[in-house]
């Protein structure tokens, strides 16, 4: 798979990021990472969100862009945005797939990962 590309200091990703009050967010958009209150190395450096994050590249090529911003917008409103299926298997991937994505073969300990956000609606 091609790099994606990653866009830091997205607007979007910050209107993301006051809608979940988290400190910082990265959203996917087609094949481009959206990145809120955090820099690309600190993004990179925390394998299990980049595998999180590239699981909804892999959403977005399967279902395309107008079928994954529906169904998301389905889920969300119908389970909540931290049952959103697609935010079930963005995490489920995050823990199966972290590693490829460690670049010494390392994970980090569990209180340096980013905390995935739990807003209600
Ligand atoms: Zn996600």
């Known amino acids: 798979m091609n790099p994606p590309r990653i866009i830091e200091n997205s607007p979007l990703a910050r209107l993301a990021r006051l809608k ?13 990472i959206h990145l809120s209150g955090v820099t690309r ?7 299990h969100w980049v595998a999180h994050e ?3 590249i892999r959403q977005f090529e399967e279902h395309g862009r107008a079928g994954f911003l529906w169904r998301y917008l389905l889920g969300w409103v119908r389970h909540g945005y ?6 079930v298997a963005a995490r489920e991937a995050a823990e199966r797939d972290a590693l490829l994505y460690a670049p010494d073969g390392v ?3 569990p209180e340096l990962r980013h905390p995935t956000p739990k807003a209600k609606s």
């Open 54 to 56: 590239v699981e909804h």
């Open 20 to 32: 979940l009050s988290a400190g910082s967010v990265a959203m996917v958009l087609g094949r481009s």
């Open 107 to 109: 994970l980090p300990a």
């Open 82 to 87: 931290y049952n959103i299926p697609f935010e």
């Open 41 to 47: 190395e600190q993004f990179l450096r925390d394998p």
